[in-house]
């Protein structure tokens, strides 16, 4: 069929402004707002459509970590230095610092611009999770009180029309490509981006005084599925980690890149769609489980007392200050354990009978319609195809019981060299202005190392925005190298005009193989350089075949040869590390010791020059947080909120 | 802000595009002819951009790229026209429930 849309391939639009923020979600959102709040005339490019593109585009339901909110017991510091400890350090201690301190801002943020956070409706008075002065309803730990169930299918509509009435210029199926640098006297620094547009292929070359990453997180690395791609990951398809793959060209310093995870999601076969099974996490916590004869399976605390009422599941073990639980929060420590039911094979052990089943129907009436109505409904991905759908197919959570698929928040089984990005996996590096290495680039949400949720994509959008818009005043526009920009643009168009007859998910299935085969479960100096070889062979012999037909393919194309990038970046990565390490899931069958003295700290990783170059940051780089925070921010907190 | 466009590098050997239905296992989005207006909201809503505007003006868009769907309902959420779209999720991924009363030992 003929192509609707404009056919602008080899025109270019040149744009410039003072603050370009790349990525259109939740953090890229708040970048915007906060940089235009400041008067930084502000860019935003994003390659699906804002009003609902990223992550929580449909929804969410939890906000987690809102230290400062008025009803939580846990201060910012206690929080931030619970969470680095459960991950033996391997966490950001700055951007969740940042996370727990304005994360309740920009609640209050999102209430002004039109969203819900609160019940102001009155459905849950009453409800033991339900602070009755505020509103707010809280989830997991009820005395710690710092996660919030809100009303996320309103959010992402919210962020849009208020970037529109603070002039934010967004532009909507645009997709950034490449990183401009100015090399002025001797001194690197980001001059603003290269993008295309994927309905007419029109090349965009926006210069800006800073830049704002917000590109999430990579994916299609180790799973890709070449019929329901969309399904391959838990992210949005179109979310791989172009950012990544762009500050990896740049020469943008990363970390604990060779972190990876046994797969968690992937409803292209072996997961059900999240959210959409019986389970007692996240969204689901704390229903009540039950076995094939409708047995309840008992929630135990962390020193394995059984717990007989519902309201205990909300309580922290005797002598714990508060538990974690959510997003970032997998298998927690001893220290911060919450209540749990033993894993299914323990239950068999048991004598329970399988399949499990979650059953609401023994929670009390307003818990039971908080997680079926309330979280699953404003839960991203559930409002339409789970809530309604299973209603229509004649589901009542009161009536009915809905089956488990898998221990924990999990739905499936994986093989081991399945592995995913998954919690809080590696990223840019960053300092206390959420800067990356290079003057004038900073980065927010889930592109930062060690990022997870949308509370954090929220918090340290808005600080980066507002930090990029402060260096802007200082700043004039730099000077871009137009023959770079020119070379990326014929990079960029070449899968248009190319003779070859490669599709890109021959390619993602190759280097999805590529990278189970080369860098699975369990890793070996010989087989990581095998990888790099055929990948490097890959985008010699392979990538200049590719062909494609249209805009949106390009988009996709694209999208595939920064699979390869990343996918390089990750072998780089776990090429550096010899050693093992229980908190980065990290098995060198080489170097089988785990997390020795001598390397208990952050590897980076960046290309100089074509040269990979690696080094080294103590796992407490981040300082002394608070004083941190006070030196980087205005005395008065008048910026953070 | 400022912009200007350059159209003069338009290259006219990459001006032939096209797209075909990208057939796929699954099917997630089903329209009601009868009730969509072809307003192509949910089109703009759809961050995955799987579909294409219908040639035939009034019509529901086309899903070109089904395969590529995320499932994540927001094209549902946006249309103005109840029933007009409807989205669900391919038949392995549809989770089983049943009466709480039953034992499966007595299936
Ligand atoms: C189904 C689901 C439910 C979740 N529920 C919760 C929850 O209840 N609570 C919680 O705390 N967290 C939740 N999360 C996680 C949370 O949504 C994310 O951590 C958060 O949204 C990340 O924000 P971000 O801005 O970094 O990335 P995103 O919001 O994902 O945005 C990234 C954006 O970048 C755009 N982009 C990518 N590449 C390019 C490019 N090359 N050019 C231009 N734009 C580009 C994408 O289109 C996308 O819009 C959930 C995630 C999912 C998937
Ligand atoms: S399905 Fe709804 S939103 Fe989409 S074109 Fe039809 S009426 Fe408009
Ligand atoms: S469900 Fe989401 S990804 Fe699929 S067509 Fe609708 S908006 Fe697009």
Redesign the pocket.
Known sequence: MKWPYENAVGATETLSCDVLV???????CWAAIAAARKGASVVL????ATMR????GSG?????SAATNPGSTVSPEELTAAVLDDQDGYNNGISHYIESREGYDRILDLERFGGKVRDTADEFAGARFRDEATKFLYAYDDRARTTLRVW?TTFKPALYRECRRLGVKALDR????SLLVSEAGGVRRGAGAT?VNARTGKFLVCRAKTTVL???RPARIWLFHPDLVGLSE???P??VG??HAMGWRAGLDFTMMEKSVPAEFSAAGRSFP?YSTGNNHNTWFPATIVDADGREVPYLDRDGRELRTYEERFQPAPGQKFFLMG?GVDAPKYAYRGPEVPDFGELLERGYRPPFYADLSRLPELERRAIWGLMVGQ???TQVPVLAEFTGRGFDPAKHRLQSYGSGWKSASFLPQERQLFGLPGGLLHDWDLRTCLEGVYA????LFAS??????AAT?HYAGRHAADAARATDLPAYDEAEAAREQARVLAPLGSDGDLGWKELNMGIAKAMQLYCGDRKHEETLRQGLALLGEYEREQVPQLHCDNPHDLMRTLETIDVLAVSQLILHASLARRSSSRALCFDRVDYPEVDPEADRKFFTIRREGGEVRTGALPLDFHGDLAANYARHNRADGEDAR | MSGDVNRNGTDGATNGLRAEVVPCSARPIRFDPAKCNGCNRCLEAC?VDVFLPNPEKGSPPLVVWPGECWYCGSCVQECPRPGAIALSHPLMNRTRFVPVGSSDSQD
Do not use: V, Y
């Open positions: 790349l990525g259109g979600g939740i953090a890229g490019l994003e390659k699906g593109s990223g992550s929580a969410c339901d939890h906000w987690e996320g645009t997709a950034a490509t993008a917000c590109m999430s838990f992210r949005p179109q979310c172009n950012g999240p997003g839960e991203g991905k927010a949400g889930d592109q997870n949720c949308m509370g954090h994509a959008g | 961050q």
